[in-house]
């Protein structure tokens, strides 16, 4: 069963994909994701790639984000993430593209938009053959001071060529990785359309920092 876990909507039931090709985020790490996002959801724009139930962008919805793109390209997923985001009332705050995650980046970049927050939560074997961070660098989404969020599986790196990463969330299998923009100097420009968004604490380039989910 899928919950809203915090904000004005925790507790709100949602429905899910009966299909094993959606993998829902455990509720364990999902709470700890967004421990670690905290203030930095409130006023963000944000999308959701490869999206499944809606279930990460509605949290961020009930947590005080701005707006929410949902990207997925399974026709029952695209029905469902509807459906939950009339059930949560959120559909003056939301769109849904129901698009390939590439062809959803390239159809947004010509439409000029940016986001604060980007949560990536593809299927396992895709990223050994793409790599969803380099349409979203070419196409420009991630504001100045945005974080991309990259669910992924344990055994498998992400490029790093795109992106700086700078924090690793650890749970069973699950590796939750944050990237943004890299510095070009030690003092980076704010980007007034950030709004409150501002990058998550400074870590070393070279030991990114790991945290892992409370028990």
């Excluded at 399974?74 to 559909?91: D, H, L, S, T």
Aim: glycine share 6%.
């Amino acid at each position: 069963m899928l919950r809203i876990i915090g904000g004005f909507h925790k507790g709100r039931r949602l429905k899910m994909v009966r299909d094993p090709r959606i993998r829902p985020m455990p509720a364990k790490l999902k709470e700890s994701l967004f421990n670690l996002l905290q203030e930095k959801v409130k006023e963000a724009d944000c999308l959701d790639g490869f999206a499944g139930s809606g279930a990460v962008g509605l949290e961020a919805l009930s947590r005080g984000a701005a707006t929410v793109v949902f990207i997925e390209e399974f026709g029952p997923a695209v029905k469902i993430i509807n459906q939950n985001i009339e059930r949560c009332g959120f559909q003056d705050k939301t769109r849904v593209l129901a698009a390939e995650f590439n062809r959803g980046v390239i159809r947004l970049s010509k439409e000029k938009k940016r986001f604060d927050i980007i949560f990536i939560d593809p299927p396992y074997a895709l990223l050994l053959e793409r790599n969803p961070l380099k349409v979203v660098k070419k196409r420009g989404l991630l504001k100045p001071n945005g974080i991309i969020v990259l669910r992924h599986f344990n055994k498998i790196n992400p490029d790093l060529r795109f992106f700086e990463r700078f924090r690793l969330l650890r749970s069973g299998d699950d590796v939750i990785s944050f990237f943004r923009h890299r510095l070009e100097t030690e003092d980076r420009k704010i980007d007034p359309s950030a709004r409150n968004v501002q990058p998550l604490t400074r870590l070393s380039r070279s030991c990114p920092k790991e945290v892992k989910p409370r028990r």
